[in-house]
C-alpha cells in the first residue's frame, strides 16, 4: 500500500456526525432512564465528551452517583455506541454516502 495522503475528519467537519452523536447520547441516557431530547442534546455541541456526560447525568430526574471509574465507563460506553450506530448505518444503506459530507466538500 503507497499512502499518498491522510484524511482526519475532526468530528463534523468533514462528515456530518451530529445525527451518530445524538443517537449515541440518547442510546446512553435511555439506559440509565434520563430523558433526553433533541433540543436538549444541542447542549452537547461543541462541548468535550466528558462535559456533555456530566450535562446528561445533570438533566436525571434522580440523584445519581458515580465513582470516577463508573464515569469513565459511560464514557466509554457512549464512544462505543458512536461506532455501533455509524457501522450500522453504512450496512444498512450499503451506499458508500449514507454518512453524507457537508456541502461542498
Same mark, same amino acid.
Given at each position: ?30 439506559? /440509565?432512564?434520563?430523558?433526553?431530547? %433533541? ?5 452537547? @455541541?461543541?462541548?468535550?465528551? =466528558?462535559?456533555?456526560? !456530566? ?8 440523584? /445519581?452517583?458515580?465513582?470516577?471509574? %463508573? ?5 466509554? @460506553?457512549?464512544?462505543?455506541? =458512536?461506532?455501533?450506530? !455509524? ?19
Amino acid at each position: 500500500m503507497n499512502l499518498q495522503a491522510v484524511l482526519f475528519d475532526l468530528d463534523g467537519v468533514i462528515v456530518d456526525t451530529a445525527r451518530f452523536h445524538y443517537q449515541a447520547w440518547k442510546r446512553l441516557a435511555d439506559a /440509565l432512564e434520563i430523558p433526553f431530547t %433533541e433540543k436538549q442534546n444541542e447542549r452537547l @455541541k461543541g462541548v468535550s465528551r =466528558m462535559e456533555s456526560l !456530566s450535562i446528561l447525568l445533570s438533566l436525571s430526574p434522580k440523584p /445519581l452517583h458515580y465513582s470516577p471509574d %463508573e464515569i469513565e465507563d459511560l464514557a466509554a @460506553k457512549k464512544t462505543v455506541g =458512536m461506532g455501533i450506530i !455509524s457501522t450500522h448505518s453504512r450496512k444498512r444503506t450499503s451506499c458508500p454516502d449514507s454518512v453524507s459530507s457537508w456541502p461542498g466538500v
